[in-house]
């Protein structure tokens, strides 16, 4: 009969839910441990291929990027084929650059002229292929800086094949292609989409 049975079986249960409690518990932790890994390789695969967040360590793309402000790139779907006049591109440090600063970062200006676009300024205007740049961008009291070298109406420069000609946006202050020359394509990172942090607060502004 089951009846003597039951204390028997009832004095098993405790010993026997500890294992089973335990068991449960190493699954728990199994599968959060894997989802923290999972996590962190798709986080270092969107940071490797995807998107990659900068701070800006400099004023010399003020007004649009303040120092400190935070900033999201494009990396992935993109190619230094899709860069357009007018694009905020990231960039490997160029190595003509003798302008005194920190040496090795990686940079961030706005491209002004394109692969075989020609490029020279006059007054407080930039013109490529002799068209005036509406640069709406500009600070109001120095727009243009020191002017694009070697370079006037008669005899502009022409940016070379595969070169992309970049300019900060605060222009007399910024070390850019006016002093070091263009920059590669195959040197850019990115393109600029996103500020989530200006001015010592978040705010998001697309480009």
Not at 85 to 91: N, R, S, Y
Not at 131 to 155: C, F, V
Request: glycine content about 10%; charged content about 20%.
């Amino acid at each position: 009969m089951a009846g003597p049975a039951d204390p028997g079986a009832a004095g098993t249960g405790p010993a026997g839910t500890g294992p089973r409690r335990r068991r449960r518990w190493r699954r728990a932790l199994t599968e959060a441990v894997a989802t923290i890994l999972v996590a962190v390789l798709l986080a270092g695969l969107v940071r490797t291929f995807a998107f990659q967040t900068f701070w800006i360590p400099s004023s010399s793309m003020v007004p649009t990027l303040g120092v400190y402000d935070r900033i999201l790139v494009q990396k992935a779907f993109f190619t230094w084929h899709d860069v357009h006049e007018g694009d905020i591109v990231v960039f490997n440090h160029p190595p003509l650059d003798r302008c005194g600063g920190a040496q090795g970062g990686d940079l961030v200006k706005r491209v002004i002229a394109l692969p075989g676009q020609t490029i020279y300024s006059s007054g407080n205007d930039i013109y490529v292929d002799g068209r005036p740049l509406a640069e709406s961008y500009l600070p109001h009291d120095d727009p243009l800086g020191p002017p694009i070298p070697d370079a006037s109406s008669q005899h502009p420069y022409r940016v070379p094949s595969g070169d992309f000609y970049v300019l900060g946006d605060n222009r007399a202050i910024s070390c850019d292609s006016r002093y070091w020359g263009p920059i590669t394509g195959s040197s850019i990172i990115g393109k600029v989409v996103l500020v989530w942090w200006h001015d010592d607060h978040p705010e998001l502004r697309a480009f």
